[in-house]
């Protein structure tokens, strides 16, 4: 394998590369500040704009990083990453609804302090 092939899969220059490192440290710094400052923003609005911040930045490392392009020679590469994200929404909203309904399903604490006193009461009742 000659000098002349591995050029060919080039890995970017450095000037892409400090791109890349800039555009992901600014969309690490925005959410930060979000949260340390405390913003005035109602907290869906806050987690929608991290969330969307963090799916911006997956995409910089892709692109910038992982040097994923769509080009015929990298097809493959392209279509199992975007078969990974689809498997990867797929566990992450399985998860959160799962973990919604489960919060939906609790029993509220003092309803279950008042239902704790009631089996008490009725076991000094009959002991």
């Known amino acids: 394998m000659s000098a002349d092939t591995h050029h060919a ?3 970017g220059t450095m000037g892409q590369l400090m791109i890349g ?8 710094i925005i959410p930060f500040y979000l949260v340390m400052a405390e913003v005035d923003m109602a ?22 990083f992982l040097h994923l392009k769509r080009s015929s020679e990298e097809g493959w590469n392209f279509f199992a990453t ?7 929404v797929i566990v992450l909203a399985g998860s959160l609804w799962v973990m919604h309904n489960m919060n939906e399903n609790m029993m509220p604490m003092h309803e279950m302090d ?10 000094s009742q009959q002991g």
């Open 9 to 11: 899969h080039d890995h």
């Open 21 to 28: 490192f800039a555009l992901a440290a600014i969309l690490t």
């Open 43 to 64: 907290r869906s609005t806050l987690v929608g704009i991290i969330m969307g911040l963090g799916a911006v930045q997956i995409i910089v490392h892709l692109v910038y």
């Open 82 to 88: 975007i078969f990974a994200v689809v498997i990867l």
């Open 114 to 123: 008042q239902q704790i006193e009631q089996m008490k009461s009725l076991q």
